[in-house]
């Protein structure tokens, strides 16, 4: 193993991930969960870390009968080895054009993952296609 990942348990929009959230010490997942909990009353997960590619698959479905072709699959690169908070756009509401404008925000390159790994993107999709079905 690589060390080890500590990220909240429920967030979503990479809240309560920190440049400091990959760890080579265990003693400082506690440090991290503490943060976690004090900024956001959130438990955390400690996993192992995998170094790779991320790999965002987003679902948005606006009616019932919308089906599995609106998965969206994408590698996601923000020039770092994972994304933090300071990565995701969603956190600066009115104020992303300014961190835009002052260089602290740049977006991440995003790739279809079915352009080079269609049978990746394929796997993906079914799996996703599990968690809807049920």
Known sequence: ?????????RLGAKIGIW??????????????????FSHYRDDVVVQPYVAGRNVRASFLGLKPETGIEALGIFFVDSG???QTMADSMALY?????????AGTYVEPELEAVGASQPEAARKI???AQNLIGG
Do not use: C, M
């Not at 193993?1 to 348990?9: A, E």
């Not at 440049?19 to 976690?36: F, M, N, Q, T």
């Open 93 to 101: 509401g009115e104020t992303g054009q300014a961190a835009k404008d």
């Open 80 to 82: 770092g080895d994972f």
């Open 125 to 127: 999709r079914a799996i």
């Open 19 to 36: 440049p400091d959230s990959h760890i080579a010490d265990l003693g400082h997942a506690l440090e991290l969960s503490r943060r976690v």
């Open 1 to 9: 193993s690589k060390g080890w990942f500590v990220k909240p348990n």
